[in-house]
């Protein structure tokens, strides 16, 4: 017995650092110059999981989307008690709207086949949509509860939360399988356990690697890598440290509904917020002085 | 999804609670209104409860022309599926070209459940909404009358403009305050369309068991403007100008604590050291004198407007703006100017 839960998880820039060169010419983010941290949310909503398994049995399976820098969230919840984690990592699946990322991570899920609960961070700290929980509860046909904040009851096929609505709260009922979207006031994430870093620390995805072997012999003949790689996999295989990752074709994706193609939003522009406090600017208490401030501030959307 | 449809409606999802509407719909009411004359289409708004179709005067009285009206039982309280349900029908059915709901957190939930439904885009927190023209650089195509979804994203440090050109509505969720809350106009005539929606049992799937509700608390963390005033203010009764300022810029209330100390309003409202931290895009500081305690709670708002009789005062240090004079003329001042939008 027991429950099984799926924990989607995002590598994420730190927004409370960031400079002007943050994006690229196309408006889309240069997620190289920033540095990545496992979104904060995202954290809570795998100690939510945990604690659904330590009380109750069942495993906890954490699914991310990103570059092989990701893996590092993924080592991350392996620190933490993740049972099994796993990377969705394609090329084709850049520049996806939090639409086609759903619909790429429904079919991830899919490809698991068996699981009671999905958890979601409320969202994340680059975006701040909280979007894709509710599209990934809509793909996969299953129900959604949001402003996870503690549960209530959970026992057979039926679960009992209190989500957390702002102004007030509510204890909602739904059957299994549903999704939750965890605040970070629902609970205190565990920090990574000792022993757990030590094992696994040295997990590994195939592509990172890949990417550290295309580093390290940048002159080997054709082959000679690939053999390397499959070379060194073999002993974290053994050892249950190699990373799973998959690819849109793994999970039999309709290229149409993912990237660019399967995202109807578009960056149309971009605008990067200057902070210069270079003294200040004057406004002359008048009625005419402080209506060109305000004009001003309707052009830089500090007004709507 | 439905095809491009420039004769559509726009949308509003009127969001109500205990038969009271969120502002925030009122707001929506307003730039529809606007995008709507621009592109010389009609209002439409989707309400749906239980008996409430009496709140579509007030929807009308803020420029909607047809309400779709839904009355259920089922809708009585919010749940995200059958609402949903509602939402995903009448868009099928009416096919309008935009839907707005307030980036609230009925409306954040929503929303993508609706989107994801409708395979149609989404942008989440819009702090404006403009009609535009864009021109897609790979195809050349130039899409005309387009809506430009302006939000800021990357904690703030970025503000991006986002468009859908295919796969419509084009939909978006709205900050909180950030449109103007008209006055209505009660005189406004529109029609009431009620409609019937079908559920199935799926719709049913979470049930509702029990509700608590609170007055709205003080939420400084999350507001997007905050209007503080201090010891310059002078008192209790003066400190009614700078609410009056905060309603207006849909912003909340703060405080240094010189005014806490001197009664003019409750330590819930303190920003400083001993109080909230805060980062807004938007700081109005009337007649506080700027005590390092007090800037270190929000001298890292993105903007930040100094009014204070003393030109002196450290407060203008942190500035963006300053006004050096009185506030008693200068806040009526601003508020007029932020009425009629400059």
């Given at each position: 017995?027991?429950?099984?839960?799926?924990?989607?998880?995002?590598?994420?820039?730190?927004?409370?650092?960031?400079?002007?060169?943050?994006?690229?010419?196309?408006?889309?983010?240069?997620?190289?110059?920033?540095?990545?941290?496992?979104?904060?949310?995202?954290?809570?909503?795998?100690?939510?999981?945990?604690?659904?398994?330590?009380?109750?049995?069942?495993?906890?399976?954490?699914?991310?989307?990103?570059?092989?820098a990701?893996?590092?969230?993924?080592?991350e919840?392996?620190?933490?008690?993740?049972?099994?984690?796993?990377?969705?990592?394609?090329?084709?699946?850049?520049?996806?709207?939090?639409?086609?990322?759903?619909?790429?991570?429904?079919?991830?899920?899919?490809?698991?086949?068996?699981?009671?609960?999905?958890?979601?961070?409320?969202?994340?700290?680059?975006?701040?949509?909280?979007?894709?929980?509710?599209?990934?509860?809509?793909?996969?046909?299953?129900?959604?509860?949001?402003?996870?904040?503690?549960?209530?009851?959970?026992?057979?096929?039926?679960?009992?939360?209190?989500?957390?609505?702002?102004?007030?709260?509510?204890?909602?009922?739904?059957?299994?399988?549903?999704?939750?979207?965890?605040?970070?006031?629902?609970?205190?994430?565990?920090?990574?356990?000792?022993?757990?870093?030590?094992?696994?620390?040295?997990?590994?995805?195939?592509?990172?690697?890949?990417?550290?072997?295309?580093?390290?012999?940048?002159?080997?003949?054709?082959?000679?890598?690939?053999?390397?790689?499959?070379?060194?996999?073999?002993?974290l295989?053994?050892?249950?440290?190699?990373?799973?990752?998959?690819?849109?074709?793994?999970?039999?994706?309709?290229?149409?509904?993912?990237?660019?193609?399967?995202?109807?939003?578009?960056?149309?522009?971009?605008?990067?917020?200057?902070?210069?406090?270079?003294?200040?600017?004057a406004?002359?208490?008048?009625?005419?002085?402080?209506?060109?401030?305000?004009?001003d501030?309707?052009?830089?959307?500090?007004?709507? | 999804?439905?095809?491009?449809?420039?004769?559509?409606?726009?949308?509003?999802?009127?969001?109500?609670?205990?038969?009271?509407l969120?502002?925030?719909?009122?707001?929506?009411?307003?730039?529809?209104r606007?995008?709507?004359?621009?592109l010389?289409?009609?209002?439409?708004?989707?309400?749906?409860?239980?008996?409430?179709?009496?709140?579509?005067?007030?929807?009308?009285?803020?420029?909607?022309?047809?309400?779709?009206?839904?009355?259920?039982?089922?809708?009585?309280?919010?749940?995200?599926l059958?609402?949903?349900?509602?939402?995903?029908?009448?868009?099928?059915?009416?096919?309008?070209?935009?839907?707005?709901?307030?980036?609230?957190?009925l409306?954040?939930?929503?929303?993508?459940?609706v989107a994801?439904?409708?395979?149609?885009?989404?942008?989440?927190?819009?702090?404006?909404?403009?009609?535009?023209?864009y021109?897609?650089?790979?195809?050349?195509?130039?899409?005309?009358?387009?809506?430009?979804?302006?939000?800021?994203?990357?904690?703030?440090?970025?503000?991006?403009?986002?468009?859908?050109?295919?796969?419509?509505?084009?939909?978006?969720?709205?900050?909180?305050?950030?449109?103007?809350?008209?006055?209505?106009?009660?005189?406004?005539?529109g029609?009431?369309?009620?409609?019937?929606?079908?559920?199935?049992?799926?719709?049913?799937?979470?049930?509702?068991?029990?509700?608590?509700?609170?007055?709205?608390?003080?939420?400084?963390?999350?507001?997007?403007?905050?209007v503080?005033?201090?010891?310059?203010?002078?008192?209790?009764?003066?400190?009614?100008?700078?609410?009056?300022?905060?309603?207006?810029?849909?912003?909340?209330?703060?405080?240094?604590?010189?005014?806490?100390?001197?009664?003019?309003?409750?330590?819930e409202?303190?920003?400083?050291?001993?109080?909230?931290?805060?980062?807004?895009?938007?700081?109005?500081a009337?007649?506080?004198?700027?005590?390092?305690?007090?800037?270190?709670?929000?001298?890292?708002?993105?903007?930040?407007?100094?009014?204070?009789?003393?030109?002196?005062?450290?407060?203008?240090?942190?500035?963006?703006?300053?006004?050096?004079?009185?506030?008693?003329?200068?806040?009526?001042?601003?508020?007029?100017?932020?009425?009629?939008?400059?």
């Amino acid at each position: 017995m027991g429950y099984d839960s799926i924990v989607c998880v995002k590598q994420v820039p730190d927004t409370s650092n960031i400079t002007g060169e943050a994006m690229k010419a196309d408006g889309t983010v240069n997620r190289a110059a920033l540095p990545a941290v496992f979104n904060p949310d995202d954290l809570h909503a795998l100690e939510a999981a945990l604690q659904v398994r330590d009380r109750f049995g069942g495993s906890v399976t954490v699914l991310t989307m990103g570059p092989p820098a990701a893996c590092e969230v993924l080592r991350e919840c392996l620190y933490r008690g993740a049972d099994r984690v796993i990377i969705l990592s394609d090329r084709r699946a850049a520049a996806s709207d939090t639409l086609a990322t759903s619909y790429i991570l429904s079919q991830a899920v899919r490809k698991l086949a068996r699981y009671d609960l999905v958890f979601c961070g409320r969202q994340a700290i680059d975006g701040d949509t909280a979007q894709v929980g509710p599209q990934l509860a809509e793909k996969l046909g299953i129900s959604q509860v949001t402003y996870y904040e503690q549960l209530v009851d959970l026992s057979g096929r039926t679960i009992r939360v209190r989500r957390n609505v702002g102004n007030g709260w509510e204890i909602v009922e739904g059957r299994l399988p549903m999704l939750l979207t965890v605040l970070d006031t629902a609970n205190e994430a565990r920090p990574a356990a000792a022993k757990r870093v030590m094992r696994y620390k040295r997990a590994r995805a195939p592509m990172e690697l890949g990417a550290e072997l295309a580093k390290a012999m940048p002159d080997a003949a054709p082959g000679q890598k690939e053999a390397e790689q499959a070379r060194r996999l073999e002993p974290l295989k053994a050892k249950g440290l190699c990373i799973e990752q998959w690819d849109l074709d793994d999970i039999d994706a309709d290229l149409q509904w993912c990237g660019v193609t399967g995202s109807p939003t578009k960056v149309h522009r971009v605008q990067s917020i200057v902070l210069t406090k270079e003294g200040f600017t004057a406004i002359a208490p008048t009625e005419e002085g402080i209506r060109g401030m305000i004009r001003d501030l309707i052009v830089d959307h500090t007004l709507g | 999804m439905i095809d491009p449809n420039p004769r559509g409606e726009v949308w509003v999802f009127a969001e109500q609670e205990d038969e009271h509407l969120s502002d925030t719909s009122l707001e929506l009411c307003g730039k529809a209104r606007e995008l709507a004359d621009r592109l010389g289409v009609q209002v439409g708004a989707v309400l749906a409860g239980w008996n409430v179709r009496e709140l579509s005067y007030r929807l009308i009285a803020h420029g909607v022309d047809q309400v779709y009206h839904v009355h259920d039982t089922r809708l009585e309280y919010y749940r995200t599926l059958p609402y949903a349900r509602v939402l995903c029908r009448m868009i099928s059915k009416h096919k309008p070209q935009i839907v707005m709901y307030g980036a609230t957190p009925l409306g954040r939930d929503l929303a993508p459940r609706v989107a994801s439904e409708m395979r149609a885009g989404l942008t989440a927190d819009c702090t404006d909404l403009q009609i535009g023209r864009y021109t897609d650089p790979r195809t050349k195509t130039v899409y005309d009358n387009l809506l430009m979804q302006i939000r800021p994203a990357f904690g703030g440090n970025i503000i991006a403009t986002i468009i859908n050109f295919d796969r419509w509505p084009q939909m978006a969720t709205v900050r909180e305050g950030v449109m103007r809350l008209g006055e209505g106009d009660p005189k406004r005539t529109g029609q009431i369309i009620d409609e019937k929606i079908a559920f199935n049992d799926f719709d049913q799937a979470v049930k509702l068991i029990e509700r608590h509700r609170e007055g709205r608390k003080v939420n400084l963390k999350g507001a997007r403007i905050i209007v503080a005033g201090g010891g310059g203010v002078g008192s209790k009764d003066n400190f009614k100008l700078v609410h009056e300022l905060a309603g207006v810029l849909g912003g909340a209330v703060g405080a240094s604590r010189a005014a806490v100390d001197s009664g003019f309003i409750g330590k819930e409202h303190q920003i400083g050291q001993t109080g909230t931290t805060v980062r807004p895009a938007l700081y109005v500081a009337c007649g506080i004198s700027g005590a390092v305690q007090h800037r270190a709670g929000m001298e890292e708002s993105a903007k930040i407007i100094a009014i204070n009789w003393d030109k002196d005062a450290p407060i203008f240090g942190v500035a963006h703006y300053g006004i050096v004079g009185d506030l008693n003329k200068i806040i009526p001042t601003l508020i007029k100017a932020i009425r009629e939008r400059g």
